[in-house]
């Protein structure tokens, strides 16, 4: 029990939510942070918080927790004001209140295992798979030509298996955002694209993952640009990743050349720029996920958020592996690991923290939206 | 590693804005410097947490400030909040120096913004803080670590050895010790006394008992007793603090910003009696703000309410606590614990005294009671529209003016008007040389810079030889 009673503007669905408002009351009342990011400013526009305002705002916080070691209310003052710590809380509950369908909402709650075990198993189907169907001496042979890879598993196989799991992934999460985009618009439509340049722009630069430009705070009280630099190596590399498999599709249909491509071919190219970052970033970010400060952060979701990390670097890592030994006996075995990773990675993408640079995305958008109109947002 | 047994150069006491740049200034000249802190680390700066902006002269607009403030201006408005009690060398001093702590401070690391939502009226003469005033004392501190400056917090000074205007050593308790603390030069930067409840009644009586304190309940003006005691020269109205109404249901100590209320011209004021007391409509934001501590303080009780109806809900600033909120005047009463008869009628006969006019919160408009003792000059609209709405309020103290004496190098005058030979003091604790009474925004902290400056800087100077 707080020795101050305080007030919440609207009644809420979770203890999370609650204590969300609250904090937005406290925030509102003081306002010194409305500089350090674009939380402040949009609060700032309402009096009246509900549960799609809250997921909205707390969708918005990027997690610098500048505002933690600028407040003057922070713990342990009595007021006890910790947003980054709250929101994300907030944030990682929103993921499961959203998820598509209702029923594996569930799969947010131990994410770390449920993903790992999914991945276990997704790479063991691949193996026994083509133990299963290969024989060894192919399987452990060395293949070198073009279409080398689909002498182990066809290429209409591999590609109707993944691109059906891309496009469950891609419906369930297009479900999820449009019902999240509901919530935190008051059903309002995006409107023109200049809200969603905007929105990229910050996106893509992490502009909100910065302090107010003096960088995070992470392990101590000086603050740093660690976090952002990976969380950029992680997902430029992902999109070169996502480049790298796009244009060898290409090749694969419009060109009839198949992989594996030489060394300095496009998909290669980009493929292991990529690869490269989207090991240099994970590894990076695991290492200020342990670091951090555990007060700014929703400890109970360390286990989702470590799972997408090291589904991202085994991803990479497995992919290069293959790069470097697919010339030899080693191929099938990597290959089947490879793919069972990335098969892994492709259905859990609407039930892992891969959602979060969508839901904040959309965050982003209703936020240029709101400045681009300047008006106080309803009370209702 | 602050080291307790070796004598510094400079010994800072306090751990605000005044006495970081006062560090900062003494380091940066050379000097070993040890700063003390009463207050444990997270309650680490006095007043400064809950500052949020730096008053100071500039001849042109900046990336944050809207035009430029000289230094006649600020003068000028200095003149005006303190109706002439301040000493006119040292102020112009002060301003004068402003504009280049201004620039100072970025290159200590702190960080300017734009002025804050509702606060439209001082971007032009006021350096907001990104981040608010922790975030200032955030930089201030990591800069003074940086450049070698020796902190330790939870450690308040419980004695001076002065010996004719001669510092040679200060008591400080630290870890269950008492540490006899040598050093060559004294800069006092540790604040008033407005947390020190005993102290305020020696001049407010009892009263004092049901003052709220905004600041953190360090600023107990502990080294300011001694140091007049020790026959350094007073100044400043010993009686007078800076008081502003703020929600009666505020904690005790360290409410901070959040629990003000900008709501007075919007309605009535009433005190228990359920009758009003003052005219609600003197002055526009900020006087009509800093007024009204002092007269909630002279109330029975120290408690008044702050009531309205329901256009004017979302005319100000929202705050901490909700409104107490009732369908009628009288329920209000009920709810309040005043008696209903009395408020209905204070009301109706408030309500019968508003003339009509063109209602305008911006300007002093032409709203305003006629017949009616205390008359409501501005901004009088009658309270007729439910839901009703009151705000308890009583006096919520920032700062105290008494403070010791100084001259332009921030040096501490003794009684017989000779100076210090190694004592320098800065922020509240000499606020009271410029600022003999009243407020304009952002004044502490530029008292609390500029001075700062100055002191370390003298006191490395005075370290040396």
């Known amino acids: ?380 | 590693m602050a080291d307790l047994s070796r004598q510094y150069d400079v010994l800072v006491a306090g751990g605000g804005n005044a006495a970081l740049c006062a560090a900062i200034a003494a380091r940066r000249a050379g000097a070993s410097v040890l700063v003390v802190e009463g207050a444990p680390k997270f309650y680490r700066g006095g007043n400064t947490r809950h500052t949020r902006n730096f008053r100071c002269a500039h001849d042109s607009a900046t990336e944050t400030l809207t035009g430029p403030y000289s230094e006649e201006e600020f003068f000028d408005d200095l003149l005006r909040i303190t109706g002439g009690q301040t000493d006119e060398v040292l102020a112009k001093h002060m301003i004068r120096e402003s504009k280049e702590v201004l620039v100072w401070l970025g290159e200590q690391g702190i960080r300017f913004q734009p002025s804050l939502g509702g606060t439209l009226t001082l971007g032009r003469t006021n350096a907001f803080f990104l981040g608010g005033g922790r975030a200032m004392l955030n930089a201030l501190y990591r800069t003074a670590e940086d450049l070698g400056v020796d902190v330790v917090y939870d450690a308040p000074v419980t004695a001076l050895d002065i010996q004719d205007g001669q510092f040679l050593s200060a008591s400080v308790q630290f870890e269950g010790k008492t540490h006899n603390v040598r050093a060559r030069t004294l800069v006092a930067a540790c604040g008033g006394f407005e947390s020190n409840i005993e102290w305020l009644k020696e001049y407010w009586g009892e009263a004092a008992e049901n003052f709220l304190i905004r600041g953190t309940r360090y600023n107990r003006g502990a080294v300011l007793r001694m140091l007049l005691d020790a026959g350094v020269q007073e100044v400043g109205d010993p009686t007078q603090c800076h008081a502003v109404a703020i929600d009666a249901r505020a904690p005790k100590y360290d409410g901070g910003i959040i629990t003000r209320l900008d709501c007075v011209v919007f309605g009535i004021v009433v005190n228990k009696n359920a009758v009003r007391f003052y005219d609600e409509g003197e002055d526009i934001w900020p006087k009509r703000y800093a007024i009204w501590g002092r007269l909630v303080a002279g109330q029975p009780d120290q408690i008044a309410y702050i009531i309205f109806d329901a256009p004017s809900l979302h005319l100000f600033m929202p705050s901490l606590f909700p409104p107490v909120t009732a369908g009628t005047i009288r329920e209000l009463a009920q709810k309040l614990g005043l008696d209903p008869d009395t408020l209905d009628k204070t009301v109706a006969d408030f309500n019968a005294a508003v003339r009509p006019g063109t209602f305008n919160h911006a300007d002093l408009d032409d709203c305003r009671t006629e017949g009616l003792t205390p008359p409501k000059t501005h901004w009088a609209r009658k309270i007729e529209k439910a839901p009703f709405y009151a705000y308890p309020v009583r006096p919520g103290i920032t700062f105290t003016y008494l403070g010791v004496r100084v001259n332009e190098e921030s040096r501490m005058l003794m009684a017989d008007g000779k100076p210090a030979a190694n004592m320098f003091a800065a922020g509240e604790i000499m606020a009271g040389n410029v600022l003999g009474r009243g407020y304009a925004a952002g004044i502490g902290m530029t008292i609390g810079s500029v001075f700062g400056r100055l002191a370390g800087r003298g006191a490395a100077k005075n370290a040396r030889n």
């Open chain 1, 1 to 380: 029990m707080r020795a101050i009673d305080m007030h919440t503007t609207a009644a809420h669905t979770t203890a999370a939510l609650t204590e969300a408002d609250r904090l937005m009351v406290v925030c509102n009342s003081c306002r010194y942070c409305e500089g350090l990011c674009a939380v402040f400013p949009a609060m700032e526009r309402r009096r009246l918080f509900n549960d799609g305002d809250l997921n909205y705002l707390a969708n918005l916080c990027h997690s610098c927790a500048a505002c933690y070691s600028d407040c003057q209310f922070s713990p342990p003052h009595e007021f006890d004001v910790n947003v980054p710590r709250v929101l994300a809380k907030v944030r990682g509950d929103s993921y499961a209140a959203y998820a598509w369908p209702r029923a594996f909402s569930g799969l947010f709650a131990r994410n770390g295992l449920i993903i790992s075990m999914i991945a276990a198993l997704s790479v063991a189907l691949f193996v026994i798979g083509f133990v299963a169907v290969r024989d060894p001496s192919v399987l452990f042979g060395v293949h070198t030509n073009p279409g080398a890879f689909y002498k182990l598993m066809p290429h209409n196989a591999m590609a109707l298996l993944f691109g059906g799991v891309f496009l469950y992934a891609l419906v369930a999460i297009t479900m999820s955002l449009r019902a999240f985009w509901r919530d935190i618009s008051r059903g309002e439509s995006v409107g023109g694209m200049s809200s969603i340049w905007r929105a990229v722009a910050d996106a893509g630069r992490l502009r909100y993952l910065d302090g107010g430009n003096a960088g995070c705070m992470n392990d101590d009280d000086r603050p740093t640009d660690r976090r952002k630099h990976y969380h950029h190596a992680t997902f430029y590399g992902f999109l070169l990743c996502f480049a790298s498999t796009s244009v060898a599709t290409l090749y694969h249909y419009l060109l009839g050349r198949e992989a594996p491509y030489p060394w300095y071919d496009l998909p290669v190219v980009l493929g292991t720029i990529g690869g490269i970052g989207l090991v240099v970033g994970p590894v990076g970010l695991l290492v200020a996920k342990w670091r951090r400060d555990p007060v700014l952060v929703d400890e109970p979701r360390f286990g989702m958020d470590v799972a997408f990390i090291m589904m991202l670097l085994l991803t990479s890592v497995t992919g290069l592996l293959l790069l470097v030994f697919r010339a030899t006996p080693a191929m099938g075995m990597l290959l089947a690991v490879h793919l069972g990773v990335v098969f892994a990675l492709f259905l859990t993408l609407p039930y892992s923290k891969f959602v979060h640079g969508l839901y904040r995305f959309l965050a982003l958008v209703q936020y240029a939206r709101e400045s681009a109109s300047h008006d106080q947002v309803a009370d209702t």
